[in-house]
């Protein structure tokens, strides 16, 4: 069975920063996918923040791109999430996952990991 673990989340002051890790298990390598980070907040959708191809060319949402930056270690089967000057509104729930269907969309062809909660205090 394929995992996505992730880790990294907590708490932080406004302006701080929280670096995010996202680990694929099983029989699996993520070299040919597209990985992305979403996030949920409460009470609002959920959004994908960041994405980045197999190639390595990352993307972002307006509301993070140049506070944050996604990366990948395919050897490693590891995704990064570099969040920095962090704001109140990024407080959330945060998901890696892995585009298996290759459509670009998060949906139930993909692998997701558990979610790793981020609270930013102002």
């Known amino acids: 069975q394929v995992q996505l673990v992730e880790s990294g989340g907590g708490m932080v002051q406004a302006g701080g920063s929280l670096r995010l890790s996202c680990t694929a298990s099983?029989?699996?390598?993520?070299?040919?996918?597209?990985m992305g980070w979403f996030r949920q907040a409460a009470g609002k959708e959920r959004e994908m923040v960041a994405w980045i191809s197999s190639g390595g060319n990352p993307r972002y949402v307006k509301s993070v791109e140049g506070r944050f930056t996604i990366s990948r270690d395919n050897t490693k089967n590891t995704v990064w999430l570099q969040m920095n000057n962090l704001q109140p509104e990024d407080t959330a729930v945060y998901y890696c996952?892995?585009?298996?269907?290759?459509?670009?969309?998060?949906?139930?062809?993909?692998?997701w990991g558990q979610g790793t909660q981020v609270t930013v205090s102002s």
């Open positions: 099983g029989q699996t390598t993520i070299s040919t996918y597209t």
């Open positions: 996952y892995e585009d298996s269907d290759y459509d670009l969309q998060g949906g139930e062809g993909d692998y």
